[in-house]
């Protein structure tokens, strides 16, 4: 059966004054409130949410930067005999970098606000990675412009050292790795840019983090390099200090690469193609009257502590059942295949992405346009492939509604399920459902 489109109502039950400052978070949170909503908007909203805090914090960065550049002149100037000319063009220099940036951060929201974006759109996660990725270049060119004018400015001073380095050298070295970290970003943008992405998005997810782990195992080498020349150019004396500091290096080096490339390899080959909605099993036969009377999508499962965990890059969600079906004679508890399924990948920079769950709370459309699918399609007869739980009501001791937003089955043998769901439409149609099938043993509770 279909149901009506689900109407945005995560913050019905809330005294008014919540509300209206929740309406008035949601012009700059992605707020899960909004069942028609994609994770290619939920991706656009957190990537233009950050670019926001940049602006807001732009000016106290400015101020802050500056203090600090101020800072260390001074006690570089008194303490460490560092010419006056050098102090002061380094906070001139922060100074104009640090407005640089503020024009940046600026142009940046505006570049990625007017990005478009489809449902579940590949090539739009794609373009907001590009924006993101060459404004960190930018980025990276003002740092570099500024340190090479006070490395050069430096070179009038050859004699002038910091502790037991030569300022100009220590600068230039400087230099070196943040310009590695440059040519490493230009790599990552170029193969980002090149990707093909009929993989879908989950699968563009995916290679765009296997590409970023590359890129950094590229840039740790790159950088490990110039650390060894630089420990290399230490006084003999200091020989057994330098190889200490060198074969920790290399050891850190081979583990971080090793594991960096386990996690590639094993991300790599996860399989987060969507299967086709017309699959057919006979694994689960109907009775002979049995029939849909009710569909709730977009539902959790709240039982347990543990829904699941990634090693090396990739995992799977237990109980990853996204929707209910209700017959005249069950419940069904139905996988839906949505983006990415219920996996979790990773990479190493804290990008990890629950699909099941983000899928969840930013992309009910896709559930619910993909179970309405599957019930016309395959048909009560032959869902079987999606069903994760068959619970017959006869089998059932009680079931809960708690809150008009929590689902709790206990059967006769002591199995407890617990659900969240997020849009009240299916509120009526749930107690129906549940009250025309259990009588009895169907009860609301409200938490005290």
Known sequence: MDMPPAQPSFVDGYPLFVKRNLNRLKNYLPLPDNPDSTLSDYFKAMDVLKVRLLVLLSIPMLL????????????????????????????????????????????????????????????????????????????????????????????????????????PDLLFFIVAIISISFLVMLVYHYF??????????????????????????????????????????????????????GAAIFFGLAVSTFFYYMNARKLGKVDLSTPPLDTVSDSFTPSGDEKIISEIYGIMSISGYIRGAAWLGAGKIKNAENALLITNKRLLFIEVPATGGNNIICGIDKDEFDLSLLNFLWNRYEIRTNGITIVKKVGLGKIGAFIRADIPFDQIKETRIIDEWTIRVITENGEERKYFYMDKVYLEPLRASLKAGLSERFLEEKSS
């Open 64 to 167: 802050g930067n500056v203090i600090f550049a101020i800072i260390l002149a001074y006690v570089g100037i008194r303490f460490l005999d560092i010419p006056f000319m050098l102090g002061t063009s380094a906070v001139i220099l922060t100074f104009v970098g640090s407005l640089l940036l503020i024009f940046l951060y600026k142009k940046f929201l505006d570049d990625i606000s007017v990005v478009q974006i489809g449902k579940n759109d590949a090539p739009s996660y794609q373009m907001l990675k590009l924006i993101e990725n060459r404004y960190k270049i930018y980025n990276s060119v003002i740092t570099l412009v500024g340190l090479i004018i006070l490395a050069v400015l430096s070179l009038q001073y050859p004699g002038l050292k910091l502790f037991i380095y030569p300022l």
């Open 192 to 245: 980002v840019k090149n990707l093909k992405t009929e993989s879908g998005l989950a699968g563009t997810i995916r290679d765009i983090i296997v590409i970023n782990i590359k890129t950094k195992i590229l840039n740790i080498w790159l950088t490990s390099i110039v650390l060894f020349y630089v420990l290399s150019l230490l006084p003999s004396q200091l020989f057994p200090v330098v190889i200490f500091i």
